[in-house]
């Protein structure tokens, strides 16, 4: 089995910083790509930003420039740096890893999500 778990999400004032973790750990092979995407109350989950294993990166339009997404990947981690957080920013935040497990299965895996709240 593979498991993510997420970490540093928070209450933060408008303006504030948060970095969000997330370990995969278990049976794995490898990691492609890993993301981070966001679920606010009453509408769905959207993409914020993804890296692959080489560490090309991609961002919706909304989040550039504020956020960055890194990879530690003899950590199996990926990072989220959130900068100038803003009131709208506030959602549950989702990491997901596409995985090649031990016995060569890709799975797309995601972790439970953590709570980030920005106030204004």
């Known amino acids: 089995q593979v498991q993510l778990v997420e970490s540093g999400g928070g209450l933060v004032q408008a303006g504030g910083s948060l970095r969000l973790s997330c370990a995969a750990s278990g049976s794995i092979f490898s990691i492609n790509a890993m993301g981070w995407y966001r679920q606010a109350p009453g509408k769905q989950r959207e993409l914020v930003a993804a890296?692959?294993?080489?560490?090309?990166?991609n961002y919706v339009d909304f989040v550039k420039g504020r956020f960055t997404i890194s990879r530690d990947n003899a950590k199996n981690t990926v990072y989220l740096r959130m900068n100038s957080l803003k009131p709208e920013d506030t959602a549950v935040y989702y990491c997901?890893?596409?995985?090649?497990?031990?016995?060569?299965?890709?799975?797309?895996?995601w972790g439970q999500g953590t709570q980030v709240t920005v106030s204004s």
């Open positions: 890296i692959t294993s080489s560490g090309s990166t």
């Open positions: 997901n890893a596409d995985v090649l497990r031990s016995n060569l299965v890709r799975v797309i895996y």
